[in-house]
């Protein structure tokens, strides 16, 4: 008889590539289009997440329903207001082969006090910078602010206490704690040895080829009141604008800075040129609902000097309306090496507010702390 064959030991299944992106606020408006883009891409991917289970289900039921494949997708507890992301010993193994760490995690909401957005969106910044530092194959930590808060190069973290007094004063705690946190990463970026780029984006609307939204603050309250009848007239002048970003533009360019970006520090605004003033803008909006567009225009200074029960407009958001023109050269350098190209705005206008309008305008979720982004100026 011939002898038998020894038996071998059975072979050990391959055990998941542990993940090397990092994406706080990954259930967010931006962040799940993100997630769903470096998933498309073959990233393996942590989303860090607050709340346990839960959240953790819908984001994966949200990629799921969007074509992604999740088995790729880790999730891990992580808390931006906390040192070291208040990670577990078990989550921060998890994390050990981490290189780009993406934060869009932040509180968007008006009427917090400075202590809520001082937490969420400068602690909230960081403690992911310095939690990156630490990371031995880190390549690139990317940042997200916005096209407003941009404006504060040049300024230094900490502030003193005058000036930071006085930027709560005349911006109001979102805004403030935002540009807080955009000045403390940049400050603190080089000091630590961290390459760092910051992304200000500007008001980020819908899908270019859906118009799906999934936020509904900002522009989207003003096609509320459109579709409503309870827009008789806008805050700003002709010459106003809010410049406009498509959602899984943005996504893209943020899955391709870590790819395109070697530089220490780098800084890109990232809008549609293109964007037409907001008296057009709202009109585009108006023609693809059907209804009328308001036709009168209120000096911004006078709208802040009338009760907001009158107005209907939350005074923080003035802030935003602005005639000032911004600098787009870096961000169209990137997105052209990573063949990327803005829809047109006025298609894409149109078919955001009639999604909105489909959608009937679901209210956002409750906030909870600090929250994934919505990538607001």
């Known amino acids: 008889m011939p002898t038998p064959a020894p038996l071998r030991p059975p072979v050990p299944p391959q055990s998941a590539p542990r993940p090397t992106t990092l994406l706080l606020g990954a259930d967010g408006f931006l962040g799940r289009w993100l997630a769903l883009d470096l998933l498309h891409g073959g990233h393996h991917v942590a989303a860090g997440l607050r709340g346990g289970s839960a ?21 891990v507890d992580a808390d931006v207001s906390r040192p070291g992301l208040g990670l577990s010993a078990a989550d921060e193994d998890r994390l050990a ?27 909230g910044a960081v403690h992911p910078l310095r939690w990156a530092a630490g990371r031995p194959a880190l390549r690139r930590v990317v940042h997200l602010s916005g096209y407003r808060v941009g404006r504060s190069a040049g300024l230094r973290h900490p502030l003193p206490p005058s000036d930071a007094a006085r930027l709560y004063r005349e911006l109001g705690a979102y805004e403030a704690s935002k540009t807080e946190g955009d000045i403390a990463v940049r400050t603190l970026a080089p000091e630590l040895g961290v390459p760092l780029t910051v992304v200000n984006p500007g008001a980020v609307i819908g899908h270019s080829r859906t118009g799906e939204a999934g936020q509904y603050l900002g522009l989207a309250t003003l096609v509320e009141q459109l579709w409503t009848g309870r827009l008789p007239a806008l805050a700003g002048s002709r010459r106003t604008v ?3 970003v498509a959602v899984d533009h943005l996504a893209a360019f943020l899955a391709a800075v870590p790819v395109h970006d070697t530089a220490g520090v780098q800084v890109h605004t990232v809008l549609d040129p293109a964007t037409p003033p907001l008296p057009e803008l709202v009109a585009i909006a108006a023609r693809r609902l059907g209804v009328r567009a308001p036709r009168l225009l209120l000096p911004v200074g006078l709208v802040r000097r009338l009760p907001r029960a009158l107005t209907g407009v939350e005074p923080e958001t003035l802030s935003f309306l602005s ?23 006025e298609r894409l206008v149109g078919d955001w507010a009639a999604r909105l309008v489909a959608d009937r305008f679901p209210g956002a ?13």
């Not at 953790?56 to 494949?69: F, I, K, P, S, Y």
């Open 242 to 244: 809010v410049p406009v």
């Open 365 to 377: 979720a409750p906030a909870r702390g600090p929250e994934p982004a919505s990538a607001a100026g």
């Open 55 to 75: 959240r953790d289900a819908a984001l994966r039921a949200w990629l799921t329903a969007h074509g992604a494949d999740t088995t790729a997708l880790t999730t």
């Open 97 to 123: 082969e981490v290189r780009d760490v993406v934060n869009l995690a932040a509180r968007y909401a008006f009427g917090l006090s400075r202590t809520e957005a001082r937490a969420a969106n400068l602690d």
């Open 323 to 345: 005639e000032d023109v911004y600098d787009t050269v870096s961000a169209e350098a990137l997105a052209g090496a990573a063949g990327l190209a803005h829809p047109p705005v």
